[in-house]
């Protein structure tokens, strides 16, 4: 069978993916969510459902079973395979994304499981469909079983409300101090089911339905034919539901559940009553019609399929949730809150604004902001309590690249309190002082003092002393630098361009004087001024991401620049390249937490896919578009070298990072977490480098670096408030090198695309030789 294609495939241009089977090699979710609301559903419906407000609280336990039990013969199965494991005549699970269903035929009753998360509020809806296909009448009991969260040491108690018509379970939040008591009245302790029919009976209890522990055999209930009507108390509660259902040949039966949680049980009759006067089929069209507008910022069609999918669709969807829910916590660094923006900034680039707005009221005076934060104001614990020195460097980056995305400069006129006084400052002075503070804040080889860690947490141990240094965030400070230079000289003023061109001068100098080792850059120099990540260690001697931005910053040029990228390709493997080489299998004091992490995995040694797009992006900026494109597609889950049937993901999401321990039989295998900075970076690098459709302070402007072979490609894409559609031809087979431009059919000499509100235009462009 074709490893591409043995679990699953996508259809209607990738926009939904089917997969043909209950049995996956893991877990093959699909995740839905809102504002303030979160849920997974897998290849069989199952897993947890989370409330983000007032705070995150995952408050089911991992299952939803439905079983169908037939009243002439007494035979009973699970219409979504599990727990039973029913084997069907016909099975598949598509997932969408608003929504995920499975649909199954068994004994001639096909039956449909379907589940959506509304736009707003904490719950989600399933619905289950029956259709008798068997030719002859059916009797058959529907019993659905949702596990509900267990209320710990304060206990829950759980039960039928005849009144309301819903199965609830309340629990008190567990606290510690007599005065945090208060402080949880407004969660939403209670959780709830129900069901849009009326039942026929009712369990509470997941000692009494299943009749034991174990929930993978057939169900009391089920042997009894009817749940027990008891309450529960002190225990697992469930909201189990049994429907009774009769069927004529053809006819078809519906039913709909809603699982949630809120603050009283007066607030779950009111939000019934809210849906029930929408309707389930105008909840559902909302979820559709939210996400076709979030789609609608870019669409691309490349001879690559699998990049078009993930472009269109599933990177839009995971950047969404990154972004919109702070990755579902609260704790946090501020480089994965603004590098989540500035891929939100592709979809919605005022709504990326706020988000990076806020997260510069953190600032100090003196131009430091802290990187790890409690975003609820809870307090510091954990990584917050160390001091990482790069945020600095991730305000100047990704607020460059917000205001390449709103085409103005108006951004940098906003005014914005210090976190530290009461004193407002523009955007623009925030930057400025973000760079003065990290170009200051050097050590004795002149580069970035690297504290607790740099982009890489787990390097704990060179710069705990304080006099460490970081050729990366070096690196990274200078492409920032001059990320931000245009922005000066638009606004006329040449004095802070000209101090800027110095000081990436001189840290460019410092980097180049100190940091070469012969065919890499190293890593940085600890606080006893020996140099990391040298040809001489043992163990982590090369470090991606000090040979990337070298790339990327410019501050590789000529013969090093070759070296550099040859570095660069040594660790490339089949599924991207490896984050260091060789991964620690001991504990190093030199650099700390890293050396111990397991090695293969994250940052020892995996690859780790956040860094594989920063390859990715220095491939562009030194022309190897054909190098660009491989790595993003050495990444996506649906890589041919590296297919489903061996990392072992659904090809819905790209993964935090492989496993990169060539002689494990885990090689290449997914982390299946789906929170990772690769996704922003990805939409970025493929959208405006690849590509080439790049937002500017000043316009829109094209120039791809492509693969030679790729003949032609389009792109739509909404830029401030004006719609371009752009076709890109190839005929000489050239990765670069734009020579005309027609814009709705005339020749356009300028560099920048023409731009007016509302207006639509057709823009082709032309790539070949300029010799």
């Not at 009749?211 to 749940?227: F, K, M, V, Y």
């Not at 996704?679 to 670096?705: F, I, K, N, Q, S």
Request: proline share 5%.
């Amino acid at each position: 069978m074709n490893s591409m294609k043995q679990y699953g495939y996508f259809e209607e241009s990738g926009r939904r993916y089917v997969i043909t089977t209950p049995r996956t090699p893991a877990r093959w979710f699909n995740y839905l969510f809102n504002d303030t609301y979160y849920m997974e559903a897998g290849e069989t419906g199952q897993g947890s459902s989370v409330a983000f407000r007032p705070a995150n609280r995952t408050f089911t336990r991992g299952f939803r079973y439905f079983y169908l039990k037939d009243h002439e013969n007494g035979e009973v199965w699970c219409p979504a395979y599990q727990p039973l494991r029913t084997e069907m005549e016909a099975y598949s699970c598509t997932h969408s994304l608003g929504y995920t269903e499975i649909r199954s035929l068994y004994q001639g009753m096909e039956t449909v499981v379907h589940v959506f998360v509304p736009t707003e509020g904490q719950q989600e809806i399933w619905t289950v469909t029956l259709l008798n296909k068997s030719g002859k009448p059916r009797s058959v009991s529907l019993f659905s079983v949702f596990s509900l969260e267990n209320g710990g040491v304060m206990g829950s108690k759980c039960g039928y409300d005849e009144e309301a018509h819903v199965l609830a379970s309340f629990s008190f939040p567990y606290h510690v101090t007599y005065n945090d008591k208060e402080k949880c009245h407004d969660h939403t302790n209670w959780v709830y089911v129900y069901a849009d029919r009326k039942i026929d009976s009712w369990d509470a209890s997941q000692r009494r339905f299943f009749g034991g522990d174990d929930i993978r055999e057939l169900p009391a209930a089920l042997e009894n034919g009817r749940c027990s009507n008891k309450i529960a108390e002190a225990e697992n509660p469930v909201g189990a539901l049994q429907h009774i259902i009769s069927l004529e040949p053809g006819e078809e039966a519906v039913t709909r559940y809603v699982v949630g949680c809120a603050n009283s049980v007066a607030d779950i009759v009111q939000s019934r009553k809210a849906l029930t006067a929408k309707g389930y089929d105008r909840l559902l069209q909302e979820v559709e019609l939210l996400w076709e507008e979030r789609c609608s910022a870019f669409m691309v069609n490349t001879p690559d399929a699998d990049v078009d999918s993930f472009m269109n669709y599933w990177l839009k969807k995971q950047i969404v949730l990154q972004t919109r829910t702070n990755r579902m916590s609260n704790y946090c660094p501020i480089r994965n809150q603004l590098q989540d923006a500035l891929g939100y900034a592709l979809v919605d680039a005022p709504g990326a604004a706020e988000y990076m707005m806020s997260v510069l009221k953190g600032q100090q005076r003196n131009g430091f902001i802290k990187q790890w934060i409690m975003t609820d104001g809870s307090p510091p614990k954990n990584l917050c309590l160390l001091n990482h020195t790069d945020g600095p460097i991730w305000l100047l980056i990704c607020f460059a690249s917000l205001i390449n995305q709103s085409g103005s400069l108006d951004i940098l006129d906003r005014q914005l309190k210090y976190k530290d006084t009461d004193e407002t400052a523009s955007v623009y002075e925030h930057l400025l002082l973000a760079v003065d503070y990290m170009s200051h804040a050097t050590g004795a080889h002149g580069l970035c003092l690297m504290g607790d860690g740099d982009w890489n947490d787990p390097i704990n141990g060179p710069g705990r002393l304080g006099r460490g240094e970081s050729a990366w965030s070096t690196m990274a400070l200078v492409y920032a630098i001059r990320s931000i230079i245009p922005f000066c000289r638009m606004r006329g003023d040449e004095d802070h361009a000209a101090s800027l061109e110095a000081a990436a001068g001189k840290l460019e100098t410092a980097v180049n004087d100190t940091c070469w080792d012969g065919a890499w850059y190293v890593a940085g120099f600890d606080d006893f001024g020996d140099a990391f990540g040298t040809a001489k260690d043992e163990e982590g001697k090369l470090f991606l991401n000090t040979q990337t931005w070298a790339v990327m910053s410019g501050i590789a040029q000529g013969e090093r620049l070759i070296q550099c990228l040859a570095a660069i390709d040594s660790l490339d493997t089949p599924f991207g390249p490896k984050l260091l080489e060789p991964a620690f299998g001991q504990w190093n004091p030199k650099w700390g937490r890293i050396s111990i992490k397991l090695a293969g995995t994250t940052e020892n040694g995996s690859v780790y896919c956040h860094a594989s797009m920063f390859k990715a992006f220095a491939d562009c900026v030194a022309g190897r578009g054909q190098q660009a494109l491989e790595t993003i597609r050495r990444t996506l889950p649906t890589n041919p070298d590296n297919p489903p049937a061996v990392n072992q993901q659904v090809p819905t999401f790209v993964p935090n990072f492989y496993f990169g321990l060539e002689d494990s039989p885990n090689y290449g295998q997914s982390s299946h977490h789906h929170s990772t900075g690769t996704v922003g970076w990805m939409l970025w690098t493929t959208l405006e480098y690849v590509l080439g459709m790049r937002a500017t302070a000043r316009g829109l402007v094209v120039d791809p670096c492509i693969p030679q072979a790729w003949p032609e490609f389009t792109v739509e894409r909404r830029f401030r408030n004006a719609r371009y559609r752009i076709t890109v031809v190839n005929p000489h087979g050239v990765d670069k090198g734009v020579v005309k431009q027609e814009v709705d059919g005339q020749e356009w000499s300028g560099s920048v695309l023409p731009y007016e509100d509302g207006k639509e235009y057709k823009v082709t462009v032309h790539l070949g030789s300029k010799s």
